[in-house]
Nanobody, 121 residues
C-alpha cells in the first residue's frame, strides 16, 4: 500500500501562481501528472529525489519548477504564469526505480488522490 498526501490546488487567474505539495517517503522518483476533462493523462514534471535531477514536459518547462525538501519526503510543484490550458486534476506519483523517467513513474501506479487546479480569467 502507498499513501501520497497532496495539497495546494485551487482556483487562480491566468498569469497567477500556485504551489502543489506531495508528501511521501521511501521513493527515489517522484513527480506530477495531470489530466483535464476529455484529455489523456500527461506527465508534467519528475524529480530523482536522490540528486534532485528534474525533468519537465515541454508545455510547462519554462513556467513550472519541481523541487524537494531536505528530508526528501515532499515534492513541490511551483506553477507560475498559469494558463487556461493548465486547468486539470493534478496527481502526485512516486516510484523507486533505477531511472526516473515519466514512463517508469507512471508505471509504478502509485498515485495521490489528486488536487484540482483551475485557471480562469
Amino acid at each position: 500500500q502507498v499513501k501520497l498526501e497532496e495539497s495546494g490546488g485551487g482556483s487562480v487567474q491566468a498569469g497567477g501562481s500556485l504551489r502543489l505539495s506531495c508528501t511521501a517517503s521511501g521513493y527515489s522518483c517522484m513527480g506530477w501528472f495531470r489530466q483535464a476533462p476529455g484529455k489523456e493523462r500527461e506527465a508534467v514534471a519528475s524529480m530523482y529525489m536522490i540528486n534532485g535531477y528534474a525533468r519537465y514536459a515541454d508545455s510547462v518547462k519554462d513556467r513550472f519548477t519541481i523541487s524537494r525538501d531536505n528530508p526528501r519526503t515532499t515534492v513541490y510543484l511551483e506553477m507560475n504564469n498559469l494558463k487556461h490550458e493548465d486547468t486539470a486534476m493534478y496527481y502526485c506519483a512516486a516510484a523507486t526505480v533505477p531511472h526516473c523517467t515519466f514512463d517508469a513513474l507512471a508505471g509504478a501506479g502509485n498515485w495521490g488522490q489528486g488536487t484540482q487546479v483551475t485557471v480562469s480569467g
